[in-house]
Every structure is written in C-alpha cells, then in structure tokens.
C-alpha cells in the first residue's frame, strides 16, 4: 500500500517502478515480497502530481503469490474505477462476489502482510494464506460516510494456485478495501452533499435550511458523477432522520450516465430516470438547488444546473443567485458585524470587513452598560442578543433596538461559582437559543424556542460526561458539545431530534467524535457548515488550535497561527471572514487571511460573531 507500509523495503534496483502513458501512471511492482518472513511496505509509486491518474499493474505470467497480494493491494490504492485490475488478482468467483464498495479500512500505517503459518499439513502445497493487519484509524462505509475507529485490524487473504493455468490467484478475501492513512488521504477527497433540515426553517423568509452531509468520494474517478449519485441516494444514516430530499424516492441518473462534467459556460446538465417525470416547478427548483450546493462545493466555478427528465426535455434549470433565494446557506450568510464585551463591560460591534480597533457600542441596555455580561451571543438576523451575567447566574434576552430592556432572567442557575452555571448561549438559523447548565449537581441542556419562549429541557441518553460549552450548528439539526469526564473535555457532534407531533421534548442522540486526537478542549466555535475550530490539547502534546470535521476526518491545509492563552474563539460558516480569539495576554485579536493575528481591543472580551 505505497508510502504507508510499514517497514524498510525499498524497490527492487533496475527495476521499472512506473509508466506514464497518456496522462496515467500505471503501477508495476515494486518490491519482493518472499514466501516466509514478514512482509511489509509494500510500496506504490508515490504521486505528486495531483491531476495524475493511477492506474495498476496486472499480474504477471506465473507471479509468485507475494506477488500476487503486493499487486492487488497496489490496485487498490489506484484510480481504476471499477477496480478492473484488483479482480484480475482474484479467482472468477472471488471477483463476481467482491464488493469493493461497500467498505473502505483506513490503518495508520497500511497493512503488514505476514505468511499465515499453519500447522503441518494443514494447508495444501497450492494454497496459501497471507493475515493482513495494522492498527485503524476510520472507516468509510458503503455510504461514503466517514468515522474514526481504533483498535487492531487482522484479516485473511487466501491464495489457491489453479489446476490448470498454473496461476496463484486470491480466492477468498474480506469485502470492501484496505489501505493506510496517507494512501487514503492521497486517493479520497471529503465533499458535502445538502439536503434540508425536516423542521428548522429561517424565522424571518420561511426559507426552508441547507444542512451539509460530509461523504468521501475517490477523488480522481470522475467524482463529479460520484457526488450527484451518492445524492440521489439520500442522505448517510447518520443524518438521515433530522433531513428530508426533494428527490423522489428511487430518482437516479439516466441509465448509462457518467462523467458529468460542466460545458464551457459552467453550465451542467443533469439526466435523471422516470422517477421525477411528474414533478412540479417548485420542487425541482428544491432538487436544483440541492445539485448546486453540493457541487459547488466540490467544482466552485460551477454557475448553473439543469435538470432533464428521461426523455430529454428540461424539468428546470438554476442559476447560483436563485438557488440562494430558494434556501438559506450558512456558508453563503456573510455576517455583517463582530460582536465582544469591551473593557467598559459594554456589548459593542465592529463591521465585518473593517480592519480598524475597537468597537461602537449596539443599542439598547447591553451597549450602555446596564449590567455587567460573561459572554454573549448575537441571533444569526442580528436583531436579538442574549447575555449571560457577569456570575454566570442568568440568561438575558433583549433585542438590539435602543427602547430595548432587559427584562427578568430567561434561565437561571444555581451552580455554586460561575464556572459550574451557564455556559455561552447559542442560535439556531430558525431563531431558536441553546444553553447549558454546568451545575454538576442538576446539569441541563435547554432550548428556548426563539429566545422569549419558556425554556425546554433538552434529554441527552447517551452524554458520557458533564456538557462544558455547547454550540447549536445553524441549520438547528446538528449541535457541537464540549463534554468533561474524569477532567478531560472532548469534543462532540449530536443530531437534534425534534418530534413536534409526539409533544415529546427534543434530544440530542447519536454523539460522535469530532476531534479524537484533543482533549482539555479550552474553546470552540463552528467555522463552516462542515467544520469547526477547536483549541486543545493533543494526546501527549501541547496546546494547539485546529481545524476539524464534524465527521472527525483529517482536513487538509494548515492549521491557524498559534496563538497562546485562548479562552474563546469566534468563527463564521462563511470561510472569508477572519477568525477571531479572547486571549489572555491579548484581548480580543483577529486573523485575517494570510496574516498573523491582529489586536482588535486589548481590553475586550467574549468575541462572536452571530449565531
């Protein structure tokens, strides 16, 4: 598996290591791999050049079966589409039953392949078995969704030498693929699909919300094609029950479609079955408008999509604009100001794209003064912002106008220090604030439907610690939690389950890890509808501040410039506005694209942006 073999083998010297024709490289082997001993790092011919497609060597006439698994597990790190070359590895049986895509193991340094070394007798003279094994990483499954894993991998490979050719060929094999982490990062690229969240829409147009579903999809085997099948096939089991699709059930490309591809006015056409034959104008525009977001995100330059029925004719098309009035984007809101506590305890504002100090005081009580604040958060409209107390007691809720006040507490703790009461309080795309209580001896989790309704208590079934800090995703069906057990925080997504119908009270179900490497998570903020930014500390290392998935997957690019003493971070979904931190040496500082961090307030406090 290329560069991720374990182990010190090196190509066999004066021997032909790689073929560029047309544009592809094809892979021949590279090593020796003996019938005894250990084998390992098995190498692929490293690939620098990323618009390069990779392509597998065959088996050679009369390979001896090291041979025969150092070639197949070659294929599979290859961009051939249907893994043609892996199955010539493979018996006729064995390749009619492989199913290469209903898994793919993800190790940490590729699989080491040993002998199988059974005892005398109990394997015949023209078979063999080879154990892969390695330590894992993650898992992508046959949904293309991603998820981190541990432990040990071990699996057998069985080898059996035909009868009559005379050719060692793999006749038994564990489904799906296998391959270490640099491999997978070289061969995989993470894409996010849009459906829409089942009962979040925006409060002020009604306008129903996008919610993005991260999915990796081979990065140089026509992955325009990928990304609108695995569409089509609906949203990954993960996300499934908060997210509905507009596409008819059963909707799939014209049969013999592929390589969908922008024409030279970024235009791209779309040919889907019978399923969608009687559809109506608004609801294609809704299939439009999910084709768009979703390969927007893969090809940025794409302007348009059209939609065909199974005849040819035109259901609809869908330029950028139009589909961004036809929902509500995160990454698309850029928000129109900076918000933080300045050294006079006053809520004050700075405009996004300004690159001056300090900031003017907002309207109404929060911007005089009034009562002193801990942390704040500003309604993703800007008209509504929500205070927690100097104490941490209370939760205040007021609106941005000057006749504004501040009224009774919408929530109140009674934690016995600040630390232990509520934490920053959070919006939702659809108006709707979440807070929790840290009070370790009644911990709660509430929301409160558009920030004026009474406070519901949100269940959490399987919380494995104390929530520290929580931040609701816009399209309200996801929410990031900072949970504390045994005194280390680690960082968590949750899916919001809402049954308007039951009465039953929502829930925050199916927590996953977002960033397994961290712990002692000190500050966190989303930072795109996919991604947020942490600050912690990795295992056995230092402080850090980082970039991760929802799906808990490696994200590509650096990481922010360090900065030390961070309390709080602030980010926005929309990737263009800088990021913004409360540090203790610095006060509130931001970081523009391409340059160090800036002082924004020396004195100030609390940052957000809305949300």
């Given at each position: 598996m290329?560069?991720d073999?374990?182990?010190?083998?090196?190509?066999r010297?004066?021997?032909?290591?790689?073929y560029a024709v047309?544009?592809?490289?094809?892979?021949?082997?590279c090593?020796?791999m003996p019938?005894s001993g250990d084998?390992?790092d098995v190498?692929?011919?490293?690939r620098q050049?990323?618009?390069?497609?990779?392509f597998a060597?065959?088996?050679a006439e009369?390979?001896?079966?090291?041979?025969?698994m150092q070639?197949f597990?070659e294929?599979l790190?290859s961009d051939?589409p249907e893994?043609?070359?892996a199955?010539?590895?493979?018996?006729?049986?064995?390749a009619?039953?492989w199913?290469?895509?209903?898994?793919?193991?993800?190790l940490?340094?590729g699989?080491?392949v040993?002998?199988?070394?059974q005892?005398?007798?109990?394997?015949a003279?023209d078979?063999?078995?080879?154990?892969?094994?390695?330590?894992?990483?993650?898992t992508v499954?046959?949904q293309q969704?991603?998820?981190?894993a541990?432990?040990s991998?071990?699996?057998?490979?069985?080898?059996?030498k035909d009868?009559?050719s005379?050719?060692?060929r793999?006749?038994?094999?564990p489904?799906?693929?296998v391959?270490?982490?640099t491999d997978?990062?070289?061969n995989?690229?993470s894409?996010?699909k849009?459906?829409?969240a089942?009962?979040?829409?925006?409060?002020t147009t009604?306008?129903p919300?996008?919610?993005?579903?991260p999915v990796?999809v081979?990065?140089?085997?026509?992955?325009?094609t990928q990304?609108?099948?695995?569409?089509?096939a609906g949203?990954t089991?993960?996300l499934?029950?908060?997210?509905r699709?507009?596409?008819?059930t059963?909707?799939a490309?014209r049969?013999?479609v592929?390589?969908l591809?922008?024409?030279?006015?970024?235009?791209l056409t779309?040919p889907l079955?019978?399923?969608v034959?009687?559809?109506?104008?608004?609801?294609?525009?809704e299939?439009?408008t999910?084709l768009?977001f979703?390969?927007r995100n893969?090809t940025?330059?794409l302007?348009s999509?059209e939609?065909?029925?199974p005849?040819?004719h035109?259901?609809?098309?869908?330029a950028e604009?139009?589909?961004?009035?036809?929902?509500?984007h995160?990454?698309?809101?850029?928000?129109?100001?900076?918000y933080?506590?300045?050294?006079?305890?006053?809520l004050?504002?700075?405009?996004t794209?300004?690159?001056?100090?300090?900031?003017?005081p907002v309207?109404?009580?929060?911007g005089q003064?009034e009562r002193q604040?801990?942390s704040?958060?500003?309604?993703?409209d800007?008209?509504?912002?929500?205070?927690?107390?100097a104490?941490?007691?209370?939760l205040?809720v007021?609106?941005?106008e000057?006749?504004?006040?501040?009224g009774?507490?919408?929530?109140?703790?009674?934690?016995a220090?600040?630390?232990?009461?509520?934490?920053?309080?959070?919006?939702?795309a659809?108006?709707d604030?979440?807070?929790a209580?840290?009070?370790?001896?009644?911990p709660k989790?509430?929301v409160?439907?558009?920030?004026?309704?009474?406070?519901v208590r949100v269940?959490v079934?399987?919380?494995p610690g104390?929530?520290r800090e929580v931040r609701?995703a816009?399209?309200?069906?996801?929410?990031?939690?900072?949970v504390e057990?045994d005194g280390?925080?680690?960082?968590?997504?949750?899916r919001?389950a809402?049954?308007?119908?039951?009465?039953?009270?929502?829930?925050?179900?199916e927590?996953?890890?977002?960033?397994?490497?961290?712990?002692?998570?000190?500050?966190?903020?989303?930072?795109?509808?996919?991604?947020?930014?942490?600050v912690?500390?990795?295992q056995?290392?230092?402080h850090?501040?980082?970039y991760?998935q929802?799906?808990g997957?490696?994200?590509?690019?650096?990481a922010?410039?360090?900065?030390s003493?961070?309390m709080?971070?602030?980010?926005?979904e929309?990737e263009?506005v800088p990021?913004v931190a409360?540090s203790?040496d610095d006060?509130?500082?931001r970081?523009?694209?391409?340059?160090?961090w800036?002082?924004v307030?020396?004195d100030?406090?609390a940052?957000?942006y809305?949300?």
């Amino acid at each position: 598996m290329g560069d991720d073999r374990e182990g010190g083998a090196r190509h066999r010297p004066g021997r032909a290591v790689a073929y560029a024709v047309c544009g592809a490289v094809l892979l021949s082997g590279c090593a020796s791999m003996p019938d005894s001993g250990d084998l390992r790092d098995v190498e692929s011919t490293p690939r620098q050049d990323t618009g390069v497609r990779v392509f597998a060597m065959p088996p050679a006439e009369d390979a001896e079966p090291s041979e025969i698994m150092q070639g197949f597990l070659e294929a599979l790190t290859s961009d051939d589409p249907e893994y043609d070359t892996a199955r010539k590895y493979l018996t006729a049986d064995a390749a009619r039953t492989w199913r290469p895509e209903r898994s793919a193991t993800v190790l940490a340094n590729g699989p080491s392949v040993v002998p199988d070394h059974q005892p005398a007798g109990r394997e015949a003279a023209d078979t063999l078995t080879y154990v892969l094994a390695g330590t894992r990483v993650a898992t992508v499954d046959a949904q293309q969704a991603y998820a981190p894993a541990d432990g040990s991998y071990r699996n057998r490979v069985h080898l059996a030498k035909d009868a009559k050719s005379g050719q060692w060929r793999i006749d038994s094999l564990p489904q799906g693929v296998v391959m270490g982490k640099t491999d997978f990062q070289r061969n995989y690229t993470s894409v996010s699909k849009y459906y829409f969240a089942s009962t979040t829409t925006v409060r002020t147009t009604g306008q129903p919300v996008a919610v993005a579903d991260p999915v990796f999809v081979r990065s140089k085997v026509d992955p325009m094609t990928q990304m609108v099948r695995s569409l089509l096939a609906g949203p990954t089991s993960w996300l499934g029950p908060v997210v509905r699709s507009s596409f008819p059930t059963g909707t799939a490309l014209r049969k013999g479609v592929s390589g969908l591809a922008p024409d030279d006015q970024n235009r791209l056409t779309v040919p889907l079955n019978a399923k969608v034959s009687r559809i109506g104008s608004a609801r294609c525009t809704e299939m439009a408008t999910q084709l768009l977001f979703t390969l927007r995100n893969l090809t940025p330059t794409l302007e348009s999509v059209e939609l065909q029925g199974p005849d040819g004719h035109r259901l609809c098309d869908l330029a950028e604009e139009e589909a961004e009035s036809a929902a509500w984007h995160a990454s698309t809101q850029r928000p129109d100001n900076l918000y933080f506590l300045d050294g006079k305890h006053r809520l004050v504002r700075l405009p996004t794209g300004s690159t001056g100090t300090g900031g003017v005081p907002v309207p109404g009580p929060l911007g005089q003064g009034e009562r002193q604040m801990r942390s704040v958060a500003v309604s993703r409209d800007e008209h509504t912002v929500a205070g927690i107390g100097a104490d941490g007691r209370n939760l205040y809720v007021t609106s941005l106008e000057p006749d504004g006040s501040l009224g009774d507490p919408v929530v109140s703790s009674q934690g016995a220090g600040a630390d232990d009461r509520l934490t920053t309080p959070s919006w939702d795309a659809g108006g709707d604030l979440w807070v929790a209580d840290r009070d370790p001896r009644d911990p709660k989790l509430y929301v409160v439907e558009q920030g004026v309704g009474k406070p519901v208590r949100v269940t959490v079934p399987e919380l494995p610690g104390h929530i520290r800090e929580v931040r609701v995703a816009a399209d309200g069906a996801r929410v990031a939690l900072v949970v504390e057990k045994d005194g280390k925080q680690s960082l968590l997504i949750g899916r919001i389950a809402r049954d308007e119908d039951s009465g039953e009270r929502p829930a925050v179900v199916e927590l996953r890890s977002a960033a397994p490497d961290l712990e002692q998570i000190t500050a966190m903020s989303w930072a795109g509808e996919s991604r947020l930014v942490a600050v912690g500390l990795e295992q056995g290392g230092v402080h850090q501040m980082r970039y991760v998935q929802v799906d808990g997957s490696a994200l590509d690019g650096p990481a922010p410039a360090a900065l030390s003493g961070v309390m709080a971070i602030a980010a926005s979904e929309d990737e263009r506005v800088p990021l913004v931190a409360y540090s203790e040496d610095d006060g509130v500082v931001r970081l523009p694209s391409g340059a160090q961090w800036q002082k924004v307030d020396k004195d100030g406090t609390a940052p957000v942006y809305p949300g």
